[in-house]
């Protein structure tokens, strides 16, 4: 075949992106293009010439690379030597339909905001590599979240770009008669329809609803243009198509799924027309369908934060539920009950995680810490834990790690771990190569690593702003930023739990570390907050501040427009990942790992995933594993041991170079660190606990009773 096809093909099937052979292909092309485009070789292609791209691949001599490429992708989707085909062959038949609101795939598909996303992505990406038969349901938002700037007083703003899916690894669905599928879900003052659209995720795909149909009302042609925007009522619209439409939109596509996994309570809408679906085909009444349906539903549950879990007043809910309640022959009460905690309470509101909580056979929260809190908070609808377990299982989350690991730590371990060690990851033997890794060898990597990130920020802070914003680094400032210093990442959402203030509570005694004159530090942020989200603005306006300010200039930076790309590019560069949420707020947190696997260590407070992990000897922890019941008073001494940690612990350790110029105890904890966290905090080993203890029972493949947790 000729190469421009297989060029073609290669960049419609989104397992290009964890392929650095593939990403290599379009970069060597034109690296400056493909930075352009923001790694999106569908763009990237069609602004190519076929006559420059002929040149180019005689000159880089590219057409035996592609076509390498291209049967790898052949042979990766034929392959059924797969771990999924040994272990859970009967979800062929009836996939699992993985729903969630975001989809964080990589930063040219912009269908996510945070964590929740990349999870899904990443379990996605892993169920492919496994074999694993997922199918993702989404919503498909032409504006994606949004594109962040920061104004010269640091205040920040958002603006929105409309996507042309002329140029996304997306087509539309078909059904069995070849014409474009579109579903429908009417609501009591409307008939929302949406398109179909399908991307391929390996040997996976993703399904998602777009309402920007000639045919619907203004109004709901822009329903699915943003993630997380508007107000109640577009967000119960956008969950009702999500699940409704999107468990529709399977059946059109003559998917059958044997599993539901609602990621968050956004989907759980899916239940109630799963029950519908039940009770047209096997005339059964309403509570026999809902619970055969339960029988197949995946409840995922994360945040414990009261404004993460959708309530909406019952009117709104009457106003798009009232065809549903028909069909399913409810009263108004009884539908209403499914979504409360106490059914009989009429003035409580709908809630979407007490719908799904109350109609699934199997319930997880995403770390052990997150289970407790969410048993705490959820105990009035759980059912009390047995003799043996405890009432909420808990499966925590992991990376996947081919999407994250930096490209020449990945030769490293190829070389000390042995060929096929990323399809090896769960198993204990296959890290204990890393006893063998030279010291000198390693640490070379990490500098080069770094010094990446560090082109990275000056090219980024520079071109991102066009000269303008008041962001921009001087050649003075540039200077200041050392591949030498001791270097420390913090990105994420910017919500108050998350507490970015925290490292900047006393700027003085900050800039005491950061100054130091033989052991300097350099701090880099990145992160959004929520449009709505005064309180996380003010702090981002802070922190832009103090990267003003002339103390902390070209010492503290801030990286506009936090995505996937400048997230990959943190955690394969950073020294030290920080991570400061109150405990026990946060469900897992998942870029202290990526940190992990590129050689970084955490200082982290100990919440989410990182109690599970720290030993003492593979990180550094904030805190203790208590919390006071006044925030304020945590927050104190959070910052305290915070301070404490970096000038007695974290900062002596990396600059002790008495032997032979290499920090020896700060490469053993790294050692240990990735020892003792790859192999169980990734997605590969998410993803096989949720087929055995979660999938395979619903499909009623295999009885094997929920374990908490699981034994790594
Ligand atoms: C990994 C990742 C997250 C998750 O980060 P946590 O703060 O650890 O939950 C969020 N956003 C992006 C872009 C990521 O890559």
Known sequence: MEFQQQLKDLSRNLYWTWQPEMIDIFRDIDPGLWRAVNHNPIEFLSRISPEKLEEKADDLALNARINHAFHHLKNYLQDDMTWGNLHAAALHAHPVAYFSAEFGLHESLPLYSGGLGVLAGDHLKSASDLGVPVVGVGLFYAQGYFNQRMTEDGWQTETYFASDVNKLPIKKAKGGDGAPLEVE???????????????????????????????????????????????????????????????????????????????????AFAILEHARKLMELESRPFDEAREKTAQKVVFTTHTPMESGHDRFHPHMVSEVLDPMRNDLDLSHDHLLSLGRI?????????????????????????????????????????????????????????????????????????????????????????????????????????????????????????????????????????????????????????????????????????????????????????????????????????????????????????IEDYDINVGRHLVQGVDLWLNTPRRPLEACGTSGQKAVLNGGLNLSTLDGWWPEAFDGKNGFAIGDDTQHSDPAEQDRRDTESLYKTLEETVVPMFYDRRENGIPREWISFQKHAIHTIARRFNASRMVKDYTLHAYLPAVGARTCSHRNGTEY
């Open 342 to 558: 106490n059914p009989h309470d009429q003035n409580e509101h709908f809630c979407m995680t007490v719908l799904g909580l109350k109609s699934s056979r199997f319930t997880n929260a995403v770390s052990s810490i997150n289970a407790r809190t969410t048993w705490k908070m959820w105990n009035a609808i759980l059912p009390g834990p047995s003799q043996h377990e405890t009432a909420i299982n808990h499966i925590t989350n992991g990376i996947h790690v081919a999407s994250w690991l930096a490209v020449p730590m990945a030769h490293l371990y190829t070389r000390y771990l042995g060929k096929n060690w990323e399809k090896r990851l769960c198993d204990p033997g296959t890290w204990e190569g890393l006893k063998n890794l030279d010291d000198d060898e390693f640490w070379e990597h990490l500098q080069v690593l770094k010094a990446q990130l560090i082109r990275f920020i000056h090219r980024e802070v520079c071109s991102k702003c066009g000269g303008k914003s008041g962001n921009l680094l001087t050649a003075h400032e540039k200077l200041r930023l050392s591949s030498s210093t001791l270097t420390i990442g913090f990105s994420r959402r910017f919500s108050e739990y998350k507490r970015a203030f925290l490292i900047l509570n006393d700027l003085e005694r900050l800039d005491h570390i950061v100054n130091h004159p033989d052991r300097p530090v350099q701090i880099i942020f990145s992160g959004k907050a929520h449009p709505a989200n005064k309180q996380g603005k003010t702090l981002l306006q802070k922190i832009i501040k103090v990267s003003r300010d002339p103390r902390f200039l070209g010492r503290v930076i801030f």
């Open 185 to 267: 879900v009417r609501t009591r003052t409307s008939a929302i329809k949406a398109h179909v659209w399908s991307a391929s995720v390996g040997r996976n795909s993703l399904v998602l609803l777009d309402s920007d149909v000639g045919s619907n009302s203004r109004q709901d042609r822009t329903l699915t243009s943003t993630l997380y925007g508007g107000d109640d009522y577009t967000r119960i619209r956008q969950e009702l198509l999500l699940g409704v439409g999107g468990l529709r939109a399977l059946h059109k596509l003559n998917i059958n799924p044997g599993v539901l996994h609602l990621n968050e309570g956004h989907s």
